[in-house]
């Protein structure tokens, strides 16, 4: 009898005990399906892991012997445990029902279950399928990447549960673009730098809420200007040069007049550099300061530049500027 780990008996009570249950034995004992009434086991039984199973066996007096089976193996004969198992239990063994609990079900408790009954001396069986539905787990992600604009990613996304996870990528920031793969990996050829940003991994099965993992993807590329504009200031004015480029990693600025390069710190002129723009400030526009002025932006993938000028304006004239007119008190 393949009985597995379940029969820890000693060997003589063994025997004696599987004389007495010969007729459970499903191997050689074809189901009858003839007598519709019985034994009749409940429909599939299907729970998640870690929660406890029922079986449960409809009896009736006519019945003379009654038993549990996982495969082969007796779990339960009457009400005699045939199995080490301390998760398995008897819940009832009644004139009508012959029921037994699994405890703490686990994946490999899965498969089919059979209730074998003995009536008026003919052996029956009835089976039931035990289902273990485990909630999804993503076991491997890929790590946040960095590329170079024009290269080839695959993002890995690798989750387990019961039944298979359905598994789906998005692209979530900086704007949703929404689904992007319905699997568990993402190629991207020739990625743009509007496809950086962050990834996200979904893994869902009706068993539990989807998790979900993100991946944020970086994509590098040269500096790019994208506003500079030529400036007009009167002599002993404030004036400003501004010089704004987008790049990944952020670009860092460099300002020349003509072939020199202006310094922080140089007299009267301030240089102040972000992720973002480039501003150089004259606190007190001369003559001097007129002139060509050209904008650097660099990163470790190129370089671009432009060329701007301060050149000279007319002072504006503005009615409240200089002294407060009675004129212009009163508009206020
Ligand atoms: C049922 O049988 C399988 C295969 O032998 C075993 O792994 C599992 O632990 C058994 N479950 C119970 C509740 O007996
Ligand atoms: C019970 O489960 C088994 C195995 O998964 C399946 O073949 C059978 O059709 C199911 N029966 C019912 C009534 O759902
Ligand atoms: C990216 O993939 C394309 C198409 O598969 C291939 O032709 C190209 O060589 C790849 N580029 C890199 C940088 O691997
Ligand atoms: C600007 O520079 C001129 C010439 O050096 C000077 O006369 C003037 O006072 C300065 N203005 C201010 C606001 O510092
Ligand atoms: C400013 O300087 C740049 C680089 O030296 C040059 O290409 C450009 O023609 C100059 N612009 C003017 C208006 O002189
Ligand atoms: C500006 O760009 C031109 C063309 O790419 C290049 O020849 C020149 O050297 C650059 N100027 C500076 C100051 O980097």
Redesign the pocket.
């Known amino acids: 009898m393949g009985v597995g780990g379940c029969l820890v008996v000693p060997w003589r009570c063994l025997v004696v005990l599987c004389l007495r249950l010969v007729f459970l034995v499903p191997a050689g004992v074809p189901v009858r399906s003839g007598d519709a009434t019985f034994p009749k086991a409940m429909d599939n039984v299907t729970v998640r892991q870690g929660e406890s199973a029922t079986l449960r066996c409809s009896v009736d007096n006519r019945v003379t012997r009654v038993a549990w089976l996982n495969r082969s193996s007796i779990l339960y004969a009457g009400n005699d445990k045939w199995c080490l198992d301390p998760r398995v239990v008897l819940l009832s063994n009644t004139k009508t029902e012959y029921s037994i609990q699994i405890q703490d079900v686990d994946v490999y408790d899965e498969g089919p279950y059979t209730c074998s009954v003995q009536t008026d001396n003919h052996p029956k069986t009835s089976r039931v399928h035990l289902i273990v539905q485990v909630s999804p787990k993503i076991v491997e992600i890929s790590s946040d990447i960095s590329i170079n604009e024009g290269g080839n990613i695959s993002l890995t996304c690798i989750a387990t549960g019961r039944p298979d996870p359905t598994i789906t990528w998005r692209h979530i920031s900086p704007k949703a673009v929404g689904f992007v793969s319905e699997d568990e990996y993402l190629e991207i050829t020739g990625i743009t730098r509007e496809q950086s940003g962050e990834y996200e991994c979904s893994a869902s099965n009706d068993v539990a809420a989807p998790v979900v993992r993100r991946v944020k993807v970086t994509v590098n590329y040269p500096p790019y200007i994208s506003d500079a504009k030529s400036t007009g200031v009167p002599v002993g004015q404030k004036g400003i040069l501004q010089c704004e480029a987008s790049a990944v990693p952020a670009a860092e600025f460099q300002w020349?007049k003509d072939d020199k390069r202006l310094v922080e710190g140089q007299k009267g002129v301030k240089v102040e550099s972000k992720a973002f723009f480039s501003r150089l400030t004259f606190f007190n526009v001369s003559e001097q300061d007129y002139g060509n002025y050209?904008c650097?932006a660099s990163n470790k993938l190129g370089?671009t530049?432009v060329s701007i000028i301060l050149y000279e304006a007319e002072p504006e004239i503005h009615p409240c500027s200089l002294e407060i007119q009675p004129a212009c008190v009163m508009r206020l």
């Open positions: 020349y050209t650097v370089n530049n």
